[in-house]
């Protein structure tokens, strides 16, 4: 039960929470949100609505109406693809089977509370924070693995474990785009950047490089994880209050025999993290792309059975050496009940896809991108004002598109150029972008893992709905946008190059 709580800021984030939890179930309310879309793609048809697509000369979008014969057979003919198509959902299942040996056979618990009597527990949170942004690395692993994973370690710890799910979740979400390595994103979004640059300046364009946003990342890894930290022991945690909803997680040392099938899940990790090294490191490495290249490489379309590896064999160690596995069935057992926790969030999936694939189908996401660039063109802004417009439309465009190189494919057409002639330079327009485009990921129903986040945090508490969530998230939006801003505007004051060779200005 919460402890009362008075201030302007607490009574706002508790009228969120009641308003977004009268909302009907979140299967429920994705599956209006869908027939919303149908209703709404008919209207908008009907009065023939369309833009013109920045980045496609001459192609006119207009809404596609699901209520039409062919919108009716689309509908009825995609459901299962839709379903089976939605990307998280292959992600969240593969990556749980590994996940469900390494939990049931007892590793995590053991490893968890190993980390909870040997590290301070001051910097748990910290940890946890650091560790949920540098998990893009990992491209979208980390909402599935670090996410349950701070519940449970606060749980450990005595704490409310939504609190420990929130921390994660602001890690991984909220600061996707900063790292201390380079990652897919770079070249995903760096080379939507070029295109868009070349329209203007071809050599330029031909200068820039994947890394022209690193050194402002770098810096921010430090910044997120401090502000997190606050954001998550000062205002979160403290507005949960007491957890008093049964779930809990023993803190007793190990046992010796745990000790024991703790050093032989390391040795075990510690050798196949080389096997799958030596598929990516040498130059002949199979898991290389072309050319050599690491970033843009099969290895990184292979993150998700990597994962289930580096978790599956470990587990397994773990199991034989303390006897929780003793044959094959043991593990099929132990596979078949992770699967079977996750029968709420494949539901929720099912209806989450159908909403995604209607949206996306009739143009409304691109229509209203397209849209929220020409009101900013329309502005006059310059300088700063342009540049803070530019981050708050990016950032509310976000809320209903979430693939970031959807968006940025729409955007950077239109914004990429016309900052250059205002004297920014491209490199500057998708930090800005970035920026926009990672602190509201966490308040946005329509990200893909925002689901999967509800059915982890339901664990805990059968209560939790999308006004709980959105509640809890938005102190690390808010905080995490401010402080990014004037961190940018810092860099911009002093002209601080934003990666190598990637300055503030743009100089023809």
């Known amino acids: 039960m919460r402890d009362k709580k008075k201030g302007f800021v607490y009574q706002s984030l508790d009228v969120i929470e009641r308003v977004g939890n009268k909302l009907p179930h979140p299967v429920t309310l994705f599956a209006i949100f869908a027939f919303s879309v149908i209703l709404l793609s008919g209207l908008l048809s009907a009065i023939g609505l369309s833009v013109e697509h920045p980045a496609n000369e001459g192609e006119v979008l207009e809404v596609k109406n699901l209520m039409s014969a062919e919108g009716i057979q689309y509908m009825f003919t995609s459901a299962v693809a839709n379903f089976t198509g939605f990307a998280p959902l292959g992600t969240v299942l ?16 053991a490893a968890l509370r190993a980390l909870v009597t040997s590290v301070p527990k001051q910097l748990i949170t910290a940890a946890l924070v650091f560790g949920g942004i540098m998990s893009s690395m990992a491209a979208d692993a980390g909402y599935v693995v670090l996410t349950p994973l701070g519940a449970v370690l606060f749980a450990g710890l005595g704490r409310h474990p939504l609190a420990g799910l929130a921390a994660a979740f602001a890690g991984v979400s909220a600061g996707f785009s900063a790292n201390l390595l380079l990652t897919s994103l770079d070249p995903l979004l760096g080379g939507l950047t070029q295109e868009a640059a070349a329209v203007l300046n071809p050599e330029y364009a031909a200068a820039m490089n994947y890394a022209m946003n690193w050194y402002f990342m770098i810096a921010s890894v430090f910044m997120l994880t401090i502000v997190g930290t606050l954001v998550t022991d000062k205002i979160v945690e403290p507005r949960l209050g007491k957890y008093e909803g049964g779930i809990t997680e023993t803190v007793n040392g190990i046992s010796s025999v745990e000790k024991k099938g703790l050093i ?14 030596l598929l990516i490191a040498p130059e002949w490495g199979p898991l290389r792309g072309e050319n050599g290249e690491v970033i843009n490489s099969p290895f990184f379309a292979s993150l998700v059975p990597v994962i289930l590896i580096m978790f599956f064999i470990p587990g397994f160690v773990y199991g034989k050496i303390t006897k929780s596995i003793k044959n094959d069935k043991d593990v099929a057992d132990q596979l078949s009940d992770t699967m079977a926790t996750m029968g709420s969030y494949i539901v929720l999936a099912f209806a989450a896809a159908q909403f995604v694939a209607y949206f996306n189908e009739t143009n409304l996401g691109l229509i209203l991108a397209i849209s929220g660039a020409e009101f900013l063109e329309t502005t006059g802004f310059t300088g700063l004002p342009l540049i803070l417009t530019f981050i708050f439309v990016a950032g509310v465009i976000n809320l209903f598109i979430g693939s970031a190189s959807a968006k940025w494919a729409i955007m950077a057409p239109v914004f990429v150029p016309m900052m250059m002639n205002l004297g920014y330079s491209p490199e500057l327009t998708q930090l800005a972008y970035r920026i926009a485009d990672s602190t509201t990921n966490v308040i946005s129903p329509l990200m893909p893992y925002f689901a999967i986040v509800i059915a982890f945090a339901q664990k805990y508490d059968k209560k939790v709905g999308i006004g709980t969530l959105i509640s809890t998230m938005l102190p690390y939006s808010i905080v995490f946008s401010i402080v990014w801003v004037i961190m940018l505007i810092v860099w911009m004051t002093f002209g601080i190059d934003l990666g190598p060779g990637s300055p503030i200005h743009y100089q023809p």
Not at 94 to 109: D, K, N, P, Q, W
Not at 264 to 277: H, K, P, R
Request: charged share 5%; aromatic share 4%; hydrophobic share 60%.
């Open 264 to 277: 032989g899940a390391l040795v075990s990790f510690i050798v196949t993290g080389a096997a799958i090294a």
């Open 94 to 109: 593969v990556t749980m089977l590994g996940i469900g040996i390494a939990e049931r056979s007892g590793l995590i618990s």
